[in-house]
């Protein structure tokens, strides 16, 4: 073959090389395909009013599996099915998740290959397995019907780019930035929950009595230990105990812990009971419970002696100025959920790190709490001690009220100030009452969970609260 032929051949191979390169090159990013930038991810999506429920999916990348928090409204009540249908104070939180998500506008095209969705931390947690890294958080709403009305995947944050994420939509390629607040978007039950468990306030507390005893499990019987019964005087700002010794004196910063510890109690994680239970307990009557019930209470640490409920744990009775008076029984360690639905682990609230404890809570009216009104004793006319002296003198004596009169207003005054004063005292019985009634409606369904580290501020022994009082000689020893 001639050198001249072989040079053609080569360059006819050569030719086919670039051509079958070029046939087989990669995309160009935004190349042929129609630039979207500033339009809406979700235009028909218009009205908050149409979202029925919020989806939040996360991965967890030490179990290897997606971890879903849902908040749903049914009948017009917000719940969250991932917590057995818990109430949720999720209406200023819903309308600011749904706000993010309405009108919310696609940003710089960055890239069309799913090969780069976990270098942006868009790979979609539905779908992501043991091992799976780059998972972003998966937003889904949903009307009544089950309809989707927005579903986007926020991936990484933009480096330089405050408020800028990555995110695509599920089932597209291609990833974009965006302004989002990712913070919308919690999955923290905490956050969706009102967290203040027995809402009252520090200053409404007026005794607190902490009844230390336990349960013999095996024979079922109550071992007493000692009760403690503390006064609040909210005038001096001050604690007592009845049987103080003259060289004792009470640990003031403890004290301070309880209160504030009762003020701030908040819920960590919640556990439905049987529905028997529940029932049982809106009557305010004895209790009659079926073996479910028995069986849910004995699992924390409840027992029922004697027709009596009681806990393995004690209790503390707070008392409080408008007549209500809650009971709070300490359970076992509690089963603290994880951020799937029905996922529990032993012991430990994962989102503050504290062990959790169960605390069974009731509440009831006692109007004894409540102090009688100052009524004071009608005089008779003649302890009035009015004479004409003291009758104002009018432009005739057409005018001018006699004395019989003047002494009878002035009883009448009396009755009036009587009259309102038991009014008034009527009036805070009926609200007390109202408030119990309430109260006790919302504990009725639930097992509370609470962190340990509260508890042990609640859950106190006299030695805890009463110390020695150090004399001047035993200092001047003691430095000696």
């Not at 995309?27 to 989806?55: M, N, S, Y």
Request: with cysteine.
């Amino acid at each position: 073959m001639s050198e001249s032929l072989k040079t053609l051949l080569y360059l006819l191979c050569a030719a086919g090389v670039l051509l079958l390169a070029w046939v087989a090159r990669p995309d160009v990013p935004g190349r042929g395909i129609v630039d979207d930038k500033g339009e809406a991810f979700f235009p028909a999506f218009d009205d908050p009013l149409t979202a029925a429920a919020l989806e939040i999916i996360e991965f967890d990348e030490e179990t290897g599996t997606p971890q879903p928090f849902k908040v749903a409204r049914h009948d017009g009540v917000w719940s969250i099915p991932s917590h057995e249908n818990y109430p949720a104070d999720a209406e200023n939180q819903f309308a600011e998740a749904t706000a993010a998500m309405i009108g919310l506008l696609k940003g710089s095209n960055v890239s069309d290959r799913p090969a780069d969705h976990e270098l942006y931390g868009v790979v979609d947690p539905g779908s992501a397995g043991p091992g799976a890294t780059g998972v972003g958080k998966r937003i889904t709403l949903t009307d009544a019907g089950g309809g989707t009305l927005a579903d986007l995947i926020i991936g990484k944050d933009v480096k330089d780019s405050p408020g800028q994420r990555y995110v695509r939509v599920p089932g597209v390629d291609r990833v974009y930035l965006c302004g989002i607040d990712a913070g919308k978007f919690s999955t923290a039950f905490e956050d969706w929950i009102e967290r203040d468990l027995l809402q009252l306030s520090s200053n409404e507390v007026t005794a607190v009595v902490i009844n230390d005893y336990s349960i013999d499990e095996i024979n079922r019987r109550l071992i007493q230990g000692e009760t403690l019964e503390l006064a609040y005087d909210a005038t001096t700002r001050q604690w007592s105990l009845p049987d103080l010794a003259e060289d004792e004196t009470l640990v003031a910063n403890r004290l301070s812990e309880l209160s504030r510890s009762l003020d701030d109690l908040e819920i960590v994680d919640v556990h439905r009971k049987p529905a028997g239970l529940s029932s049982e307990l809106r009557t305010e009557d004895a209790l009659q419970l079926d073996n479910e019930a028995v069986r849910s209470l004995q699992s924390r640490g409840y027992f029922i002696v004697q027709g009596r409920l009681l806990s393995n744990e004690g209790e503390t009775i707070v008392r409080t100025d408008d007549g209500v008076q809650y009971t709070l029984r300490f359970g076992e360690i509690a089963m603290t959920r994880g951020g799937g639905e029905d996922e529990t682990t032993e012991g430990t609230d994962e989102t503050s790190g504290d062990t959790g404890r169960y605390l069974f809570v009731t509440a009831e009216f006692n109007p004894d709490l409540i102090p009688a009104p100052d009524i004071v004793e009608l005089p008779d006319l003649a302890d009035l001690g009015i004479t004409d002296d003291d009758i104002p003198a009018g432009e005739g004596d057409d005018t001018q009220p006699s004395l019989d009169e003047a002494m009878q207003q002035a009883r009448e005054k009396v009755e009036q100030d009587n009259a309102r004063k038991q009014q008034e005292h009527q009036q805070k019985i009926d609200d007390g009452r109202q408030r119990a009634r309430e109260l006790n409606a919302r504990f009725a369904d639930w097992y509370y969970v609470i962190s340990d580290p509260v508890y042990g501020k609640i859950r106190l022994r006299r030695s805890d609260i009463v110390e020695k009082t150090v004399s001047g000689e035993d200092q001047a020893g003691d430095t000696g």
